[in-house]
């Protein structure tokens, strides 16, 4: 599967339909089971909220994530773990022997993120899922997830990406994500999609879609930060929940809380009419509580204190980097900062360096940026920060423990997913070279 390109010829709707057929995948089960989870910023832990809840409540709960941060196998979870390398192995073969097949009849080539999205299916519809929670790729009017006919989605956030494929405006863009529900489900839009909501009420009404947004029909009150956890209340609709905490640090997080919680509490009223509601209470309280999501505003290290985080937008690391100022203070940090070569660096340099006096400017194994030329940026977004440059990843890690040492101070790593994952890698004795992404 890594020997697949990223994406397919064209629109992948038909061939991937093709491809579920060969494969045995009920669609009308797919429909009752799926949740499609779509947005520019929050996605997998939106995904991973509402798995956590799903299981929480009883429910045996597939979850489809991309990308992986240290193995392929954690794209693919069922109750929170993920596939073993023995059904795995056998699966890829099927799906690929597949995929070729359907390939060669259609003269179209497949995409990795359609052959994973296919995998996810069988997976889920083999081990009897309640519950299969998929993570979309890229939008949604074209994103395999289209295919789900899912009739609970939502759009945790909208911000300018893709914008090659999505559209130049932020209006073309949610409409795209949007278009991943079926006609006549729920949609749920996070916080920052509210100023869009009188288009949206025209994009959606012939499609009879419900919508709530966070902020208006969803609200959070009373946030806070103790002892390194998230507490608040939620309102969804009439119902209440008080004093829900989670781990999972950064305002944005409790957006994407209320989302997961909000998208559990509407597939039970369309899958389980007999729903609990003492029950519901006790899952998103425990599902939101017991929620863990490797890579954002992660601690990695106590001594010194070190966090990663993998945001690679802009507006994902400025959120990012608020909510690490929330949790830990916004003193005595240095930064440890890269950036992949195909993503904006001027503007995530210019997001991150004027907060930080110490800056060490690195280049990941995968796909990053030089780090000569990351440092030139730093030093243009911040003239005053002492700036260093460490060619690898390793004299990095051991540059930047060296002046957290030196200067007392706690080490964020930030600008990248490849930085921060082989960032702690490298801290655990692994290589980054051993990591395998796409």
């Known amino acids: 599967m890594f020997d697949l390109p990223k994406y397919g010829e064209g629109l992948c709707l038909a061939r991937l339909g093709a491809l579920l057929a060969r494969l045995g995948i009920d669609r009308d089960q797919l429909r009752r089971t799926a949740v499609a989870v779509c947005g520019s910023n929050g996605k997998g832990s939106t995904a991973a909220f509402t798995a956590s809840i799903a299981r929480a409540y009883g429910e045996r709960t597939g979850l489809f994530t991309s990308p992986h941060l240290y193995r392929f196998n954690e794209r693919f979870r069922i109750d929170g773990e993920p596939i073993v ?35 996810a299916c069988v997976y889920f519809q083999e081990s009897k899922c309640d519950v299969a929670v998929f993570e979309a790729g890229i939008g949604g009017r074209y994103d395999p997830v289209r295919l789900l006919g899912a009739p609970v989605s939502c759009v945790a956030s909208v911000d300018l990406e893709h914008t090659a494929l999505l559209g130049s405006s932020l209006e073309l863009i949610v409409s795209d994500k949007s278009d991943a529900c079926a006609a006549g489900g729920s949609i749920v839009y996070g916080e920052n999609c509210r100023p869009l909501r009188d288009h949206l009420a025209e994009y959606n009404r012939s499609r009879d879609v419900e919508a709530l947004y966070v902020g208006d029909e969803i609200a959070i009150t009373n946030a806070a930060i103790v002892d390194a956890t998230q507490r608040f209340d939620l309102r969804i609709g009439e119902h209440t929940y008080p004093e829900l905490q989670t781990s999972l640090l950064g305002t944005f997080q409790l957006n994407n809380a209320a989302i997961a919680a909000t998208l559990l509490s509407l597939w039970l009223q369309r899958a ?3 729903a609990d ?13 017991d929620a863990r999501w490797p890579g954002r505003l992660e601690t990695i290290s106590t001594d010194p204190l070190t966090v990663i985080d993998v945001g690679h937008t802009p507006d994902g690391i400025r959120q990012a980097l608020a909510g690490l100022h929330a949790a830990h203070g916004p003193q005595g940090w240095l930064l440890v900062l890269g950036v992949s070569r195909d993503k904006a660096a001027a503007e995530i340099v210019n997001a991150l360096a004027p907060q930080f006096e110490t800056i060490v400017c ?3 194994h995968h796909k990053g940026a030089p780090a000569d030329v990351i440092a030139e940026a730093a030093r243009a977004a911040n003239p005053r920060a002492d700036i260093h440059v460490a060619s690898t990843i390793a004299d990095a890690a051991r540059d930047a423990r060296a002046l957290a040492e030196r200067l007392g101070a706690k080490i964020y790593v930030a600008g990248g997913l490849f930085l921060a994952i082989e960032f702690a890698a490298v801290l655990r004795g692994d290589r980054a070279e051993d990591l395998r992404f796409f």
């Open 85 to 119: 390398d023995e059904t795995l192995n056998p699966l890829l073969t099927r799906v690929t022997d597949a995929l070729a097949e359907v390939a060669r009849e259609r003269g179209e080539q497949f995409g990795a993120f359609e052959a994973q999205f296919a995998l």
């Open 362 to 364: 690195s280049s990941a």
């Open 277 to 289: 509601p003492a029950r519901l209470d006790c899952a998103i309280r425990d599902g939101l509580r």
């Open 272 to 274: 389980r009419t007999e």
